[in-house]
């Protein structure tokens, strides 16, 4: 019998951890900010131990309705609804868990896309104007949201990719960057940490709900595992991966805002300083990003456009699937352009991701998939009390953020279009 086939052991590790590193990881200094110097690391410490337990536990979900009900592997969305029919009941509203974890998983992807088009704007506007007061070459500076609607039309060209195999090269060259960029970001702040005495150990209390922002992104775990070629060896692969994130989110998020101090902004990349080096990292981690739009991208598009595209005939299959690919893109810029306020966006969104998808469904899940097996009372209070947790994140990092982004919006000048010419 042939090997079967699939992703191994190192390309699965490397998919996890990229899944993992994006605009959340250079958003975490804010965070440590947001918690205090001392009791933001061990905040990450404490979410990164929960998160990899609670992925542990929907892996073993998976496996164990896989094998009961005889079927190679499960989504996050067929697990939930499986599990829902081991109790009793559930059991005629089981479809219902699906469908739920469905929107989630649309909401949070769609919110990490509104998310690029904020920090390609406030990015690529910063570089401009560096570039403007280093060589003296007048190059137009806009409001930002001026330049999300620059980008729109090229990322709508980008996620007409019929598949995401074309964009391997391109990928592969953003990885390649990204990590570049982020070594020489690690490099700068190292080099720069100032004396942490000024720096608060513990942050404000109505600032620690939007340490809730940095998500874990724990979605991908399932169809990573089931296109592994040893998938009994993703437990280990789990571990690693985590391992290596953890660490990296809690000594980028502690090094930054040593480094940049109260003045850390949405992203570390706009406390870089001015001189080419930094503003060419700054426009490379962009192309990053840019190409990483049609990987987040995918997921909702996969969810959403099948279904309206089976009701149609089928010379209009293709032009339906553009148009609401078209669409899609849309929606996300227009909630950017609404909501250009990159650290608080990140915070929403991570509040709603982290929260239902990484603390509260897979403990839940456990219960409902065990309860017929003798789960002990200590395992149920651990599960109650981790979705409680997150259920109370959840409330206060959305109800923070967006009383943030409100009172942002209403000390802001006017919003007419001449507001968005150069300030």
């Avoid at 994006?22 to 404490?46: D, Q």
């Avoid at 009994?232 to 805002?257: D, H, K, N, W």
């Avoid at 990092?397 to 209403?410: F, H, K, M, W």
């Amino acid at each position: 019998m042939g090997e079967r086939s699939g992703t191994t052991f190192f390309q699965t590790l490397i998919h996890l951890l990229k899944g993992n590193i994006g605009t959340g990881l250079l958003g975490l200094p804010l965070a440590v900010k947001n918690a205090g110097l001392v009791l933001g690391p061990i905040s990450l410490l404490v979410m990164g131990v929960i998160a990899v337990h609670c992925m542990r536990l929907l892996v073993k979900c998976s496996h164990h309705l896989s094998e009961k009900l005889s079927c190679p592997s499960l989504s996050y969305g067929d697990a939930v609804q499986y599990g829902l029919e081991n109790v009793s009941g559930l059991r005629r509203h089981s479809q219902w868990g699906k469908r739920v974890v469905e929107v989630f998983l649309i909401i949070t992807q769609l919110g990490f896309c509104c998310v690029y088009f904020v920090f390609l704007s406030e990015n690529v506007k910063q570089a401009s104007q560096n570039f403007t007061n280093q060589t003296n070459v007048l190059v137009p500076s806009f409001d930002k949201r001026l330049y999300m609607l620059c980008f729109m039309p090229f990322i709508i060209l980008l996620v007409f990719t019929p598949d995401l195999k074309y964009l391997a090269p391109l990928s592969l060259i953003a990885n390649l960057v990204m990590s570049a960029s982020l070594v020489l970001i690690y490099y700068y702040s190292l080099t720069h940490i100032k004396s942490p005495i000024d720096l608060p150990y513990v942050g404000y209390a109505k600032d620690y709900p939007l340490f809730f922002g940095p998500p874990f992104f724990l979605s991908k775990v399932l169809p990573l595992e089931n296109k592994m070629q040893h998938p009994r060896r993703f437990t280990l692969v789990l571990y690693m991966g985590m391992a290596i994130v953890t660490f990296l989110y809690i000594s980028l998020g502690t090094i930054g805002y040593l480094c940049f101090g109260e003045n850390i902004g949405g992203s570390i990349t706009l406390n870089l300083p001015n001189c080419w080096t930094y503003q060419l990292v700054k426009l490379l981690y962009c192309f990053g990003i840019f190409i990483t739009f049609a990987l987040q991208f995918y997921v909702p598009a996969e969810i959403l456009i099948p279904p309206v595209v089976a009701r149609v005939a089928e010379r209009w299959e293709r032009p339906v699937a553009l148009l609401m690919k078209t669409g899609l893109v849309i929606v996300t810029c227009t909630l950017a352009v609404l909501i250009p306020e990159l650290d608080l966006v990140i915070s929403l969104v991570g509040s709603v991701s982290s929260s239902f998808l990484a603390l509260i469904f897979p403990p839940l899940l456990q219960i409902a998939v065990f309860h017929n097996e003798g789960l002990p009372p200590a395992v149920i209070l651990k599960n109650l009390l981790i979705s409680l947790v997150g259920f109370v994140g959840f409330l206060a990092g959305t109800y923070i953020a967006i009383e943030q982004i409100i009172a942002r919006n209403a000390h802001k000048p006017g919003d007419s279009v001449s507001d968005y010419l150069v300030q």
